[in-house]
């Protein structure tokens, strides 16, 4: 068995230990947030944070998980509580489709931890997810504005 | 601008409930599928009123919109209710919105009416419809298509503005009635009626059960402009919110109770079938399998987990059948391209005498098959239940799928329940049609397949490689263009020839005055899967004519924004927005000391004008677009900050074929699976993009697709500044 803090709460798992973690999200503990979009790391849907860094979870096998502390997107913010991040994706309407947003979100909220007033270079070196719908314009205004909100 | 009879005629009885298309035998038909009666019947056990198809009034005064349009991210919901509040004098604060059912109720000949009055020639899917006689009305209520930047452009402009004015009226004579006064002593506001004389007013809410049963007007007044609430305003989305908290509503997302997963690995050979597999046991062995399977074009393995799934399928060994495509490769279709535009064409369009003009500019272009890569894969979730067949799946026309799983399964179309989720991006994929004729479902055939044939609940779900390998494929597209100047350096002569039939002549022929002027098309098919991909024709052949023309200018010595200028009708749309695009960007000639340098295009596409200037440098890794600027005409502007996103988002979509994007034929099959091969750009790549709408009396044009045409032309006239090479064929790097 595979134990697995998600958001604070511990799982028992039954799962082979090189399932990719972003399977094991969505269909061990119900966490449908997270998405997928490769299966090869390259699009940043399935970003969640292992001690608070970002990780593409669907090349991440499980047991490197263990005894760390997984957040997914439904841990950053809710609809009464949203995050900084999340108000400034409301306040400049970021999303089009919004099926790479949960992803991008994790990314902004981990650049903006670790970089609380990040210059435009740092953005395009941070925000490596992909967005078919091409929203950067607005994410990146909305970075701003989050990093404003979050001082 | 006035109502032509003909669509007064499809208004108005859209107004009461039927459908009157008044074209061949079609209005009868639709006219005995009671559009009204699937909604009231939908609603009996509530008290609301179902004033007509596309608005449910209840008795605390809020007002539902039916939208029977999917939502793919242009957020048009959202424009269709302001036209309705609008129109209707509601408050912001009473309106939301409901998706339609997949009912052949809400199929709209709208947006087919739309496309035949707009263009010279329909395309090509409307042209065979009416050609083969496919415009019967079982084909044409099929189509509840959200596609062609049509939603709010026709749906919302045409029907809904009607409808909603009409409503508005009969609540005025409902009130009248109700207090004994004449209707032209009340006045409408924020949802209610009001006598002035006497004060009193009634809530629409108490008035539509008795509007819902009246005749609809004749004659609608609709609104000017300067009386607009809310069409004209940055609205925010009302699906955002949502959208962006943890978001888990997308077809992928789909629980059903029990429910069993999917994973489908390709034949490898477009419309080959796979004859055997022949490693089963070995497969079935694996952890989670519960079956593996041959379906349409591919084989499935059923699981108790997506991962599983896939993991068994990639293990898979089949045997295909061989196929007449086993041979198929970029070269091969490059080389019937050629061999085709060689022959005699026909000739789509003539003016002048090109024939007696020798040509002395010429250019040859090519750009590729081209996938669509929406972010959420292809998948659908399918299961019985009570004698039906249920479906969840993100699609881009929810009847039509509707009726191919049916068709699939076997069943009437009233056995087939079908969910429309959110889709994790359409761009054409999802919208069900193929020019090749191959199956555009191919993915929710392969899903009805799987669950029909093991009798489980499945969710069958591409993997990114299957979903770039069996895509139906934005056309490869050689052009091949003859042009020549007069002493002032102005084009006398513009000859064109391209493969594939054209769909829009409008797309394919110079906006600009040109004397002598000869199209030619070489009719030919696509061995490839072909289908919509966003701005359809335009994305190639605005990549050709804005090319070409600039090509014309920099041969004349002109400056080819001024060039293009000198060629049209300086009250014109396409002659505006060229001007305020070189105002928003500064326009300049000649290389900055960044080493940056501007390219223009403009383009007309679905409806409305669009031109755009890059500015764009040569770096050691190949080209990079740092601004883009985007001058928009689009008639009305129901929702300018939508709009801008859309333009934005069209951009960068653009910008990843002209870089990036390319799918290669070889031994049948595409080459590219994933983003490593496929590349779409990420922010580093990403240009800032500024939009500004135009004011001018356009009628409504639609906004979906409209910025993708002129980028990559206005990227590769930017660079032949820099280096004086003229790039004709895309991928740039």
Redesign the interface.
């Known amino acids: 068995m595979i134990k697995l803090n998600v958001n604070g709460i511990e799982h028992s798992l039954d799962v ?1 230990p090189e ?2 973690l972003l ?1 094991v999200l ?2 061990e503990t119900a966490l ?2 997270t ?6 790391g ?2 940043g ?1 399935c970003t969640v944070h292992i001690d608070g860094v970002p990780v593409r979870s669907c090349s991440y096998p499980v047991s490197a998980a263990v005894g760390k502390q997984i957040n ?3 841990s ?4 009464e509580a ?1 995050h900084a991040v ?1 108000q400034a ?2 306040k400049h ?10 992803g991008m ?1 994790m990314a902004a909220v981990a650049l903006l931890n670790k970089n609380p007033q990040p210059s435009d270079e740092d ?3 941070a ?14 205004e909305a970075i701003k504005t989050a990093a404003k909100e979050m001082v | 601008m006035g109502i032509t009879r003909r669509v007064f005629m499809v208004t108005g009885a859209a107004i009461g409930g039927g459908l009157l298309l008044g074209v061949g035998g079609v209005g009868a038909h639709l006219l005995t599928h009671n559009r009204l009666g699937v909604q009231r019947d939908g609603h009996s056990g509530d008290d609301s009123a179902q004033v007509n198809m596309w608005i449910r009034i209840t008795p605390d005064n809020k007002i539902v919109v039916i939208n029977p349009h999917t ?5 048009s919901s959202t424009g269709l209710m302001q036209i309705v509040a609008d129109e209707l004098d509601a408050d912001w604060s009473q309106m939301s919105v409901e998706q339609a059912p997949a009912d052949s109720a809400y199929s709209n000949g709208k947006v087919f009416e739309g496309f035949v009055r707009e263009m010279m020639t329909p395309p090509e899917w409307a042209s065979t419809l009416l050609e083969n006689g496919f415009y019967r009305m079982g084909d044409l209520m099929k189509m509840q298509m959200t596609g062609g930047s049509s939603a709010v452009r026709f749906t919302g402009w045409v029907s809904m503005r009607k409808a909603a004015a009409a409503t508005r009226q009969m609540l005025i004579t409902a009130a009248a009635g109700q207090l004994g006064v004449p209707a032209d002593s009340l006045i409408t506001e924020d949802g209610t009626v009001v006598h002035s004389g006497s004060g009193k007013s009634i809530t629409y809410g108490e008035l539509a059960a008795k509007a819902a049963v009246m005749d609809s007007p004749k004659e609608v007044q609709l609104k000017a402009p300067d009386q607009y609430r809310y069409v004209g305003q940055p609205v ?2 009302v699906d ?9 509503d ?1 077809g ?2 789909a ?1 059903v109770p029990g429910m069993h997963y999917a994973a489908i690995a390709t034949s490898g050979v477009f419309g080959a079938q796979v004859k055997s597999i022949d490693n089963i046991n070995e497969v079935k062995a694996a ?1 989670g399998v519960s079956d593996v399977i041959i379906v349409p074009e591919g084989v499935a393995v059923v699981a108790d ?4 799934a ?1 993991k068994a399928v990639r293990a898979i060994k089949f045997t295909r059948q061989s196929h007449a495509n086993d041979s198929l490769s970029t070269e091969s279709l490059v080389a019937g391209q050629r061999k085709a535009l060689a022959e005699e064409l026909p000739i789509a369009m003539s003016t002048g005498s090109p024939d007696d003009i020798p040509a002395t500019v010429t250019a040859e272009y090519l750009v590729p098959y081209l996938a669509h ?5 292809m998948n659908a979730t399918v299961w019985q239940q009570d004698g039906k067949l249920h479906i969840v799946c993100g699609v881009q026309n929810p009847l039509n799928a509707k009726a191919r799983a049916a068709k699939e399964a076997d069943l009437d179309l009233d056995d087939v329940v079908f969910h429309a989720r ?6 054409g994929r999802r919208v069900a049609f193929s020019m090749s004729g191959d199956e555009p479902l191919n993915w929710l055939v392969q899903a009805v397949r799987v669950a029909m044939d093991t009798g489980k609940p499945v969710k069958t ?1 591409w ?2 490689e299957t979903d770039t390998r069996a895509d139906v494929y934005r056309p490869m597209v050689m052009a091949q263009f003859e042009g020549a100047l007069g002493d002032d350096g102005k084009p006398t002569l513009w000859r064109s020839r391209s493969y594939g039939k054209e769909m829009n002549i409008k797309a394919v022929a110079p906006p600009y005055g040109i004397p002598n002027v000869a199209v030619s098309f070489a009719d030919q098919p696509h061995p490839v899967p072909t289908g919509f991909w966003r701005s359809v024709e335009h994305s190639q052949h605005g990549f050709f004519v804005e090319s070409f023309i600039d090509e014309l200018a920099t041969t004349a010595g002109d400056d080819p924004l001024q060039y293009r200028l000198s060629l049209l009708d300086e009250s014109s749309p396409e002659a505006k927005v060229l001007n305020k695009v070189a105002e928003m960007s500064g326009w300049r000639s000649g290389i900055d000391d960044q080493g940056r340098a501007m390219g223009v295009a403009m383009v007309h596409s679905f409806g409305s004008t669009v031109a755009q200037v890059v500015e764009a440098s040569m770096t050691p890794t190949g080209p990079k677009a740092h601004r883009a600027w985007c001058a928009v005409d689009c008639g009305v502007a129901i929702n300018p ?2 709009i801008e ?2 333009v ?6 653009a ?2 074929a002209a870089l990036y994007g390319k799918c290669d034929i070889k031994d049948g099959g595409v080459v590219q699976s ?3 091969d496929y590349r ?5 790549q ?1 240009p ?2 500024q939009v500004e709408l135009l004011k001018l009396d356009s009628p409504v044009g639609g906004v979906g697709e409209i910025g993708v045409p002129p980028l990559a032309p206005a990227l590769t006239n930017a660079l032949t500044v820099i280096d004086g090479e003229r790039r004709r064929n895309l991928p740039l790097v």
């Open positions: 082979e399932m990719p399977w969505r269909e449908r947030g998405k997928f979009g490769c299966g090869i390259m699009c849907a997914t997107i439904e950053i913010g809710t609809a949203p999340q994706w409301i309407q970021v999303p089009q489709c919004g099926y790479c947003q949960s979100q953005i395009d070196n925000m490596t997810n992909l967005c078919r719908c091409g929203t950067y314009d607005r994410i990146r | 939502d793919m991210g242009q957020g925010a989305r955002i919110p949502e959208k962006v908290i943890a978001n888990a997308y992928i997302d629980e952890r987990n997506p991962w599983r896939e890569a929406s972010l959420e894969p959110q889709m994790g991006g359409g761009f779900t993997s990114r900050q939508a996103a859309q934005q988002g069209s951009v960068n979509f910008l990843s994933n983003f490593h779409i750009v990420g922010m580093a990403a800032r993009v």
